[in-house]
């Protein structure tokens, strides 16, 4: 936690200061969940499809009861999105295409028993339950999440920072990747049924990138369990990257010695890079990525920042790679 600072780059003072609750009415409501506008015009098969949303007004989310909130963590510079937002306004292609199919796709969707796999380039290839990991020592942290859309939340996690599983497995040298993968059941999720893309889910980190003090095994948020829209019981989560680097409901993590293929990159692959990382002045083909529209605000009106606010804690890990490879 050495190099992780009280009052980072995007530290914003004014932001800070918790405004007085928004009243939102239904019809904000239904606008902030993308009910009001082209959301209910059909599902779009590409990520991206629903970039240009609309949205109503923010309202500051109370506190996770009981949290124990890491110091360092406990301000992402704005307040959390409202909770009834990050519920229903989802990016989980395994069940809909479209931001609401999540919620009501995913209803009592489980994975118990649950277990993730760890293996590939180790020396002891290893399952764990979610007790086993939480017992690895779990933290309350509040991270800026950025959508590759251009939308943005805020969300208290919380979760093991990844580091600490990768340690028990005895990582070979030879490993310089870890790849991740999703569950499958295409009886469950409707979308992978989908024969569009390849399912599971895949994603991959480089290993100093999974390594990062950052990067989190998130099992819960809002001081809850995760909900399975969000990705239900184990996610992961880069707050540098855009959101889609951070698989859910994984069940498999495979340390490698070469650079893992991902879901995004196979489906579009000059839209959608390994690095992925979040940098304002690397346009998506189909859109500017200078700006960011806060959940549950109107306008996309926000800079967006290089490495999403986080280039104190990850930016010495680019050196000489051109922006451009993002
Ligand atoms: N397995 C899986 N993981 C996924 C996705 C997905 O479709 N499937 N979508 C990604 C994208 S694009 C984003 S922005 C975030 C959205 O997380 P949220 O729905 O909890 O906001 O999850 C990421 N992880
Ligand atoms: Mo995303």
Known sequence: MANIQKRPQWYLPESAATPEAVYQDRRQF?????????????TGPALGCLAQDTASETKPAAASPGSTADLDFADAGRPPTEESLTAVFNNFYEFGFSKRDPAVNAQGFSLDPYTLKVDGLVGKAMEFDLDAIEALGHEDRVYRLRCVEAWSMVVPWRGVPLRKLIEKVDVKPEAKYVAFKSFLDPERAPGQRDERYQWPYYEGLRLDEALNELTLAVT?????QLPPQNGTPLRIIVPWKYGYKGPKSVVQMTFTDKQPATFWNDAVPHEYKFYSNVDPQVAHP?????LERYLGEDRKDKPTQWYNGYGEQVAHM???IPRTLY
Not at 30 to 42: D, E, T, V
Not at 286 to 290: F, H, N, P
């Open 220 to 224: 819960g948020m809002y001081g809850k």
């Open 30 to 42: 239904l606008k902030a969940m993308g009910l009001g506008g082209m959301m209910l015009a059909g």
């Open 286 to 290: 189909r859109w500017s990525q200078a």
């Open 318 to 320: 680019y050196e000489g």
